[in-house]
Nanobody, 127 residues
Framework: QVQLVESGGGLVQAGGSLRLSCAAS????????MGWFRQAPGKEREFVAALSWSGGRTYYTDSMKGRFTLSRDNAENTVYLQMNSLKPEDTAVYYC????????????????????WGQGTQVTVSS
């Protein structure tokens, strides 16, 4: 049974930092792409960043570049999202997701390829 478990969310002041974790279990994810999405109240779920587990390639949306950083720990089967310089507009539930690798990279910016999802972790940034 595949499980993705996020942790690390919380309340932080604007300008602060948080590190989200996504612990993956239940299968081998070496060929997978791990994505982070977020959903604010009343808004659609949106892409944040993605990482290719095998090659370590990463992709970020423009608003996250320079502020968010993805990394992985192969031994722990865990992906991390380091978030710095947080803004109130970053407030959302953050979700980790996994998709099979091998597709055109642009497709990983959408939700369609992701078969496995975590339960989400709340990030609240106060002004």
């Amino acid at each position: 049974q595949v499980q993705l478990v996020e942790s690390g969310g919380g309340l932080v002041q604007a300008g602060g930092s948080l590190r989200l974790s996504c612990a993956a279990s239940g299968r081998t994810f070496n060929s997978y792409v791990m994505g982070w999405f977020r959903q604010a109240p009343g808004k659609e779920r949106e892409f944040v960043a993605a990482l290719s587990w095998s090659g370590g390639r990463t992709y970020y949306t423009d608003s996250m570049k320079g502020r968010f950083t993805l990394s992985r720990d192969n031994a722990e089967n865990t992906v991390y999202l380091q978030m710095n310089s947080l803004k109130p507009e970053d407030t959302a539930v953050y979700y980790c997701a996994a998709a099979e690798g091998g597709y055109t990279w642009s497709l990983y910016l959408g939700l369609g390829l992701y078969h496995y999802w975590g339960q989400g972790t709340q990030v609240t940034v106060s002004s």
